[in-house]
């Protein structure tokens, strides 16, 4: 499978090297392209210096910081018009582990339209989290499933292996979300297609450098999201029994 690895990233000076040549060795056939948001400490000139060493490291450089989504939108065009089968999203401050991308990826080649890295099947962990964090995620999470009658645990997981053809067919251009409810919002309409969605177990550790991209605007952006679409979503079955009489 000819794949192309996405990593977005703003200020990841600290982690940048060490992330790509461990996603290298896990993944040695992949491509890696950078999506940098014109970072202020130099993470696309790192990103570049080090793709002269390991090769196949592409940087696609934008003007300005303009959230996740458009950066993985971004990304995501550029690797399906260049011709890739699959293509991989991770956080770019090793709290996804690349040693998990050929699990990701043999899930797809088994026939998986999207592969996820979840914290919350059996086997998934997100270690030394404090006990507020853990409920305000595991219960974000619940209620974007509820809400969205998806059957995932974990709706917002950023550790992703998705064919081409899965992206295309849910138009996954046409997305709304900026911030983390990306995830939320394709994998919504994945399930809605009727795609395939298999979930592995992964331990997210928290990132050791460098600041999180997390804010009280992106949380409340997901939620606000995730809320609507339920409500969408309600109202398109509660017309369809209507129609059906």
């Known amino acids: 499978m000819h794949t192309l690895v996405v990593v977005p990233t703003f200020n990841e000076a600290e982690n940048i090297e060490v992330l790509l040549t461990r996603v290298r060795a896990a993944v040695p056939s992949a491509d890696i392209l950078v999506v940098d948001d014109n970072s202020p400490d130099g993470t696309g000139d790192l990103a570049e210096k080090t793709g002269e060493k390991l090769g196949q490291i592409t940087v696609l450089r934008r003007p300005r910081k303009e959230g996740l989504g458009n950066a993985y939108r971004a990304g995501f065009r550029q690797g399906l018009d260049a011709g890739y089968k699959v293509l991989v999203q991770m956080d770019a401050d090793l709290s996804h582990d690349p040693d998990v991308i050929p699990l990701l990826l043999a899930k797809v080649a088994e026939g998986a339209d999207v592969a996820i890295g979840s914290r919350y099947v059996p086997g ?78 992964i331990i997210f550790t928290d990132r050791e450098r460098g600041t999180s991209k997390m804010s009280g605007r992106i949380m409340a952006e997901s939620m606000t999201l995730v809320t609507w679409w339920g409500l969408r979503l309600r109202g398109e079955r509660l ?5 059906r009489g």
Do not use: C, M
């Open 124 to 201: 998934g962990a997100t270690p030394n989290w404090p006990t507020h964090r853990k409920l305000l995620s595991r219960y974000g999470n619940r209620y974007s499933g509820w809400a969205l009658g998806l059957k995932l645990r974990d709706v917002t997981a950023g550790f992703r292996a998705y064919t081409a053809e899965i992206l295309e067919a849910v138009k996954f251009d046409d997305t709304q979300a900026n911030g983390y409810a990306f995830q939320t919002e394709v994998g919504y309409r994945i399930s809605k297609w009727g795609g395939k969605i298999t979930e592995v177990p």
């Open 239 to 243: 017309r369809a029994r209507v129609k």
